[in-house]
Structure formats: structure tokens, C-alpha cells
């Protein structure tokens, strides 16, 4: 509506100006987001937040008032009550390091030329030129640790999955992003799908794999639609498909179409259902880089790792470790949700801390309320308390913390969360996704849950919180994959910082 406001009113105007499409930027608190820029003017493009089509037509009689006489008046206009900010005033811009994110909102991502005008595929062109086992070695000079949640060493996959025997290997890329409040890789695909494909085709050459698969929730069918589009625009200027670039290399792509459940995102379940069974994880080894995909050698990437490959093919190990932190190298993106006066999507170097990311970056908490604790990690992570503001977000320091990286969710919450409720609510979605292939995960994350239920109804007991420790840890043990493993991470981390609201609970039958 905001784009179709802004066409006819240039029309009405006799205004001639292109209208660039692009994907989302991440600023969700911002949006729609429009960006002006007037090539003459000798200022920056104008980022104008929260246009609706009426203010789309008042913006373009401003500038046909002001636009070419006085551009800088119209950087400090306001539209309705609103003060128009600039570009370069938003904290986010200049306190974020966009590596991944870089092309999101700059690029139409319907549009495989505007990727390749903006250095895309130009990282594939140097991959193309050197031995396989020189990615390899770049990928681990560089450090580059998996995004999607365990930080595990990614050229050590791809090196086990080149050494494994059997010429017909696979790449999946797991976008199956299933976290609640969790939408870094729904917004890549959907806002920049050349630089996740690149990064696959470089697996590729790294690893030896002659087919590659996209796992994506069902749930995104923008990404989906978008994803399957840059495929085949990939496949018709020869990037795709047979002998790519005149290299004599064949590679192409398919994609899947997850149903939603959440366990698919554990690699051995995701392969199952490709396969066509039920998604259930199976025990390891063999590892799915031994015998994955069809009993072929697979290696399972997250969308935000293979994004990271080509910046680093392009500008080297020591750039990429320039970013972040001896151990966690280079940037992660996190999106911000809850009670936070800025939610949105944020790209920082590894190592920024809690209070940075969240006060300085998104604006810290609304309504003058006090900061609680945070969620880090999705359901399978934990609850961190104000103390823990000063932690450094990278993939160690969050363990250390008893919170973990996950995926990259991020939940504030303010003074007015009571952490049982919140406890209540992650278990309600990890009992339901148990695939209930073990018993401590069907049945324990089961009676959790309805002692949780029943606590949060005032009805606590003497000696709930022993039992809720003693099946918490009798779950995190028993259970065979990481989502019976972590289930009772967030019970557990909010009775190491909040007890106190569970004893309320009992006590006071709140
Ligand atoms: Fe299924 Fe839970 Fe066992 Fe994982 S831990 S295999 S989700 S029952």
C-alpha cells in the first residue's frame, strides 16, 4: 500500500524517481522502512521510518517543495508528530558490523544482477580457482564456528565429509528455523538468498558434493518463493547446473519443504525426513558427514554459516578474525524480541555485551520499565539475570554463563515477567515438539510441564523445586538429542536466578 502510495502520487506529480524493492533490513521496529535518495543533493539517503500511505504522499510533496533547493531542511522534517531521523543518526547503524547482513534492504533479492553488480559471486570466481583443500584450510585460518547453535569448527565438517569415501556427496542447508522469536534465517533467505547459495557452492567445491538441498520450514513460503526463484535465476546464468562458470564443475540444488517440527532441525531427523520417514534423530556415529544423506556423506550447514563464506573467501582469514573474539571469530546476528524498545534484527561483532546489544544497540527497555533477565538460545537456552549484562555474547562465554549462542534468539523481558510463567511457556513448546522416541523426554518434559502448570496456578507444593531440579537433570541426561538435553535449561537457569518467584509460588500460592 505504502509503495503503490508513493507510485501514484509521483504519477500525479509528474515525478520521474525509481522505486527500488528490496528485503528487509531488520529494523522491525522501523518498518515499512522507506530510504530516499537524491543523487544531486550531496547528503545521505534519508531513512524515513514507519510510512504509511499517507505520509508516502506528504513525503513526496515535501520534496518537490524542498527537495532540490533545500535538502537538509527536509532531514530535520517532521511528518505528523514524528521527528524524521537520518541514516547516520540511528544508534543500530553505526554500533552494528554488518557482514551477512550487509545486502539486506540494499538489494532486490528477485534479482540476481543486482547481487552480481554488488561483488556477488565474486568469491566463487576465486573459490573456482584454487584447490579444494585451500578453501578448507582458509575456512579454518578464518575460525569460522557453525551459526547454528553448537559453534562447531566448520572446516573440520567439511574436511571429514571430503575424507569420507564415495564420490557422490551432499550439502544441506538447515533452514529450518524453528526457535520461538527466531528469524535471522527466514530474513537472509528472503532478503539476500545469492549469498547463502554462494556459500554453498563453495561448500561444494570445498568438500567435493555434486548436489545440494535447501531444508526450509513450510512456514516461510516467502522464503521459499523467493529461495526457489534464486535457484533458478542461478541456474540460467550458469552458476547452477552443469560445468558452472566453464569449470567443468556440475552442482545444483533442490529444495525441501519442512513440515515444522521443530527436532528436524537436529541434523539426523532433518536427513529422515528428507528421506521420507518420520523426522526422529537417530544415535551417532556414524555422523551424518560419514554416512548422511541416502548413505552418502553429507555435510549440514546453517543458513548464517555458509552467508559468512563468501566474505571471508573475499577478504581473508585475517579480516574475519579482525571481527570478534579470539575464540569466536566474526559477527553474529540476533534477533531482538520482547520488551525491548527497538526489536528487530542486529548484526554485531562476536564479544559485544548483553547491555550494549540491548540498552545501546535496541534502546534498551520501553515504558521506563527495569530490566529482568533475558532468553538467549531459544528454547533450549537460558534465562540470564541483569548481573549477567556485562557478558560478552560469543559461543563460550553464553555456555559459561548457563545460557548458550543457539540459533541467535533473543527475548527480553522487563520487572513485570514472572520467570515461572516464562519457564512454563518454553516447556509447553519443547514437551510438544519431544518426538517421543526416549522416555525421559516424552514423559519427564511431560510431568514438568504439569508441575510447572500447576505452580504457575498457585497450587505449588513443598518440595516442588527439588523434584523440578532432580527430573530436570534426569531429562538433560537420559534423553539422546539436544532438545531433550536443553529442555529444562530454561527451568533450570531460572531456579539458579530466580528461586525466590518459585518459593512465591509455593508460598503465597500465587
Ligand atoms: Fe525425540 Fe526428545 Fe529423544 Fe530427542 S530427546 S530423540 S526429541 S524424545
Known sequence: ETQAAFETALAEQGVEAHIHTVGCMGHCYAEPVVVIDHPDSGFPPILYPKITPDKAKMLVKLFLEEGDLCFEHIMGATVETERIPSVTELARFNREKRVIMNRCGRIDPEQIHEYIADGGYRALLEALCQPPEALIDLIEAAGLRGRGGAGFPTARKWRFARAASGADKRIICNADEGDPGAY?????????????????????????????????????????????????????????????????????IDLFQGAGVFVCGEETALIRSVEGYRGTPRHRPPFPVQRGLDGRPTVINNVKTLATVAPIVENGADWFRSIGTTDSPGTAVFSVVGNVTQPGLVEVPMGVTLRELIFDICGGIPKKKKFKAVQIGGPSGGCLPADFLDTPVDFDALTRAGAMMGSGGMVVMDEDTCMVDVSRYFLEFTQKESCGKCTFCRIGTRHLLDMLRRLTRGEGREGDIEQLETLSRAIKTGSLCSLGKTAPNPVLTSLTYFCDEYEAHINEGR
Open 184 to 252: 535471522m534465517d527466514r530474513t537472509l533467505l528472503e532478503s539476500n538468498p545469492h549469498q547463502v547459495i554462494e556459500g554453498m557452492l563453495i561448500a561444494a567445491i570445498a568438500m567435493g558434493a555434486t548436489r545440494g538441498l535447501f531444508y526450509v520450514r513450510a512456514e516461510y513460503p516467502l522464503a521459499v518463493r523467493i529461495l526457489t526463484q534464486a535457484v533458478e535465476q542461478a541456474r540460467q546464468n550458469g552458476v547452477l547446473g552443469k560445468n558452472i562458470l566453464g569449470s567443468g564443475i556440475d552442482f545444483d
